[in-house]
């Protein structure tokens, strides 16, 4: 879903013949030649009334050999390499430099064999013919979970044979649809790529906290629940070509040509500031296809961020904030273009206008945006329901613990009265009434028996005699008509605690 975003609307780039062309196939083969031209040229002066076309008549010696070659004017005699066909300004097109450094199997040397200036030529040629016959069509990307609904459109080669896929992860909070598409040409190995978004993640314990947390059974480049995958960061032109490596794993005389740091991409794809730290990286490798030689260029945007955890306080328990770090990082607006061996950066004028043409429509984004704030709400409920039992449970176990003490404080100040005693009396044992026939002081055996039964015996001035309250408060209370409050806190009072009358202290009976 949100790898659909790395689109741009193409640059209106003609020649100085561009208002005589009538024929449509020309004109798409202009268009597709002299892009880069109008982004290097032109790129502050504003599309529509044939302003693009003025300036770059204006520019009409400093246009590229391609855009002359289309528009019909005479080449320039050094011919110079292709530009990124990405890049807001003119960069070269990934150069047989050091390979990069993926993982095993380490690439392979890039080969330095030179090429007659007549294979060269025709080379070239073939590339400005490619692009000279291919006529552009509208194609629409449906959402087939969605009644067929148009997602994007992007304009491909009509001949091209085409298909798109929007698969949805409804459990997938991290991202719910992934997107692809495959676009080729029938001909001959020429071919448009683009990819689903990868987004990875690590998470880092603090090591105070790392008792806590249960053995981790994910291994590297496991699928977590949310989507993503996990996996630690890695450098971004490393983790491109791990990319590489597993999107083509099977590919024959596999060698790695080149690299090239593109800082810009993300920003002449006009990406959305959601993806941090953005940083552009090609890599060109070869291969044989069908038993021929191709090469194929890799393009993507690579992010990284770190975010921590707030600060957590359930009960006697807590966390600082950032005990917990979690890294998301990955690519955005992958995508790769191939082509026979020799061709492809004369080609890329061509894979520019797709890369550019596709257009998201604004409908589709609105029940795409709906359906992840649906999944982020259920998602944040439920991480809100197990906070709010964690923290109900704290609060029984507090109270209980509360009940736990009040039972211990009683039982030790009902011990305590009982050693100071002077032992057990059994005169209630008797039955000739000769001991206390009146009832006189309280025994040991009585103060037992409030234990026991869990209450204080107070002396009681409503009744003049006593009364029995519940011991698991220290400090009870009367208002002579009968009423009484029980407190474990020794500076309750009634009222302190609201209550209105006059309350006197109760005192234990002796």
């Given at each position: 879903?949100?790898?659909?975003t790395?689109?741009?609307?193409?640059?209106?780039a003609?020649?100085?013949?561009?208002?005589?062309?009538?024929d449509?196939?020309?004109?798409?083969?202009?268009?597709?030649a002299?892009?880069?031209?109008?982004?290097?040229?032109?790129?502050?002066?504003?599309?529509?009334?044939?302003?693009?076309?003025?300036?770059?008549?204006?520019?009409?010696?400093?246009l590229?050999?391609?855009?002359?070659?289309?528009?019909?004017?005479?080449?320039?005699?050094?011919?110079?390499?292709?530009?990124?066909?990405?890049?807001?300004?003119?960069?070269?097109?990934?150069?047989?430099?050091?390979?990069?450094?993926?993982?095993?199997?380490?690439?392979?040397?890039?080969?330095?064999?030179?090429?007659?200036?007549p294979?060269?030529?025709?080379?070239?040629?073939?590339?400005?013919?490619?692009?000279?016959?291919?006529?552009?069509?509208?194609?629409?990307?449906?959402d087939?979970?969605?009644?067929?609904?148009?997602?994007?459109?992007?304009?491909?080669p009509?001949?091209?044979?085409?298909d798109?896929?929007?698969?949805?992860?409804y459990?997938?909070?991290?991202?719910?649809?992934?997107?692809?598409?495959?676009?080729?040409?029938?001909?001959?190995?020429?071919?448009?790529?683009?990819?689903?978004l990868?987004?990875?993640?690590?998470?880092d314990?603090?090591?105070?906290?790392?008792?806590?947390?249960?053995?981790?059974?994910?291994?590297?480049?496991?699928?977590l629940?949310?989507?993503?995958?996990?996996?630690?960061?890695?450098?971004?032109?490393?983790?491109?070509?791990?990319?590489?490596?597993?999107?083509?794993?099977?590919?024959?005389?596999?060698?790695?040509i080149?690299?090239?740091?593109?800082?810009?991409?993300?920003?002449?794809?006009?990406?959305?500031?959601m993806?941090?730290?953005?940083?552009?990286?090609?890599i060109?490798?070869?291969?044989?296809?069908d038993?021929k030689?191709?090469?194929?260029?890799?393009?993507?945007?690579?992010?990284?961020?770190?975010?921590?955890?707030?600060?957590?306080?359930?009960?006697?328990?807590?966390?600082?904030?950032?005990?917990?770090?979690?890294t998301n990082?990955?690519?955005?607006?992958?995508?790769?273009?191939?082509?026979?061996?020799?061709?492809?950066?004369?080609?890329?004028?061509?894979?520019?206008?797709?890369a550019?043409?596709?257009?998201?429509?604004?409908?589709?984004?609105?029940?795409?945006?709906a359906?992840?704030?649906?999944m982020?709400?259920?998602?944040?409920?439920?991480?809100?329901?197990?906070?709010d039992?964690?923290?109900a449970?704290?609060?029984?176990?507090?109270?209980?613990?509360?009940d736990?003490?009040?039972?211990?404080?009683?039982?030790?100040?009902?011990?305590?009265?009982?050693?100071?005693s002077?032992?057990?009396?059994?005169?209630?044992?008797?039955?000739?009434?000769?001991v206390?026939?009146?009832?006189g002081?309280?025994?040991?055996?009585?103060?037992?028996?409030?234990?026991?039964?869990?209450?204080?015996?107070?002396?009681?001035?409503?009744?003049?005699?006593?009364?029995?309250?519940?011991?698991?408060?220290?400090n009870?209370?009367?208002?002579?008509?009968?009423n009484?409050?029980?407190?474990?806190?020794?500076?309750?009072?009634?009222?302190?605690?609201g209550?209105?009358?006059?309350w006197?202290?109760?005192?234990?009976?002796?």
């Open positions: 879903m949100k790898g659909l790395l689109l741009l609307v193409v640059s209106a003609a020649s100085a013949q561009f208002a005589q062309a009538q449509q196939q020309k004109l798409a083969a202009i268009r597709a002299c892009t880069a031209d109008a982004q290097k040229l032109c790129a502050g002066v504003q599309p529509g009334g044939g302003r693009i076309v003025a300036c770059l008549k204006e520019h009409k010696d400093e590229s050999d391609q855009c002359k070659q289309a528009a019909g004017l005479a080449a320039n005699t050094n011919n110079s390499s292709s530009p990124s066909p990405f890049s807001s300004s003119a960069q070269p097109s990934p150069s047989p430099s050091r390979a990069p450094a993926p993982p095993s199997p380490s690439p392979s040397k890039p080969a330095h064999a030179t090429k007659s200036a294979a060269a030529t025709a080379t070239s040629a073939r590339a400005d013919s490619a692009n000279a016959e291919n006529k552009f069509a509208e194609r629409i990307i449906r087939t979970e969605h009644d067929n609904m148009r997602a994007a459109t992007i304009h491909l009509e001949k091209w044979t085409y798109s896929k929007i698969e949805w992860h459990n997938w909070i991290e991202y719910p649809a992934g997107y692809s598409l495959h676009a080729e040409n029938p001909d001959n190995a020429e071919a448009y790529f683009q990819y689903p990868i987004r990875a993640e690590i998470v314990v603090a090591p105070q906290y790392k008792r806590y947390m249960p053995p981790n059974k994910t291994k590297p480049g496991d699928r629940s949310t989507g993503a995958i996990s996996l630690a960061p890695m450098p971004a032109m490393k983790a491109l070509a791990l990319f590489i490596q597993k999107t083509r794993p099977d590919v024959a005389n596999l060698k790695w080149g690299q090239q740091e593109l800082p810009d991409l993300g920003k002449a794809l006009k990406l959305d500031a993806w941090p730290s953005q940083h552009g990286v090609a060109k490798i070869s291969y044989d296809l038993g030689p191709v090469e194929e260029a890799f393009f993507g945007v690579y992010y990284i961020t770190k975010v921590g955890t707030e600060a957590v306080s359930i009960g006697q328990n807590s966390m600082p904030a950032g005990a917990l770090q979690q990082w990955g690519f955005v607006a992958l995508q790769s273009m191939r082509a026979p061996a020799g061709t492809l950066d004369g080609l890329m004028p061509m894979f520019c206008v797709m550019k043409s596709m257009i998201v429509n604004p409908e589709w984004t609105k029940l795409a945006k359906i992840d704030d649906k982020m709400a259920d998602w944040n409920q439920k991480m809100k329901q197990g906070w039992q964690l923290r449970a704290n609060a029984i176990m507090e109270q209980t613990m509360r736990q003490k009040a039972f211990q404080d009683n039982f030790d100040k009902q011990e305590i009265a009982f050693r100071n002077g032992g057990i009396n059994d005169d209630f044992l008797r039955s000739d009434g000769s206390n026939p009146d009832g002081g309280r025994s040991a055996s009585d103060h037992w028996s409030d234990l026991i039964r869990g209450v204080d015996t107070l002396n009681d001035p409503s009744t003049g005699g006593t009364t029995q309250l519940t011991n698991l408060g220290s009870h209370f009367t208002d002579g008509f009968g009484y409050r029980t407190y474990d806190d020794p500076n309750a009072t009634p009222e302190n605690q209550e209105n009358g006059s006197t202290r109760m005192t234990t009976a002796q």
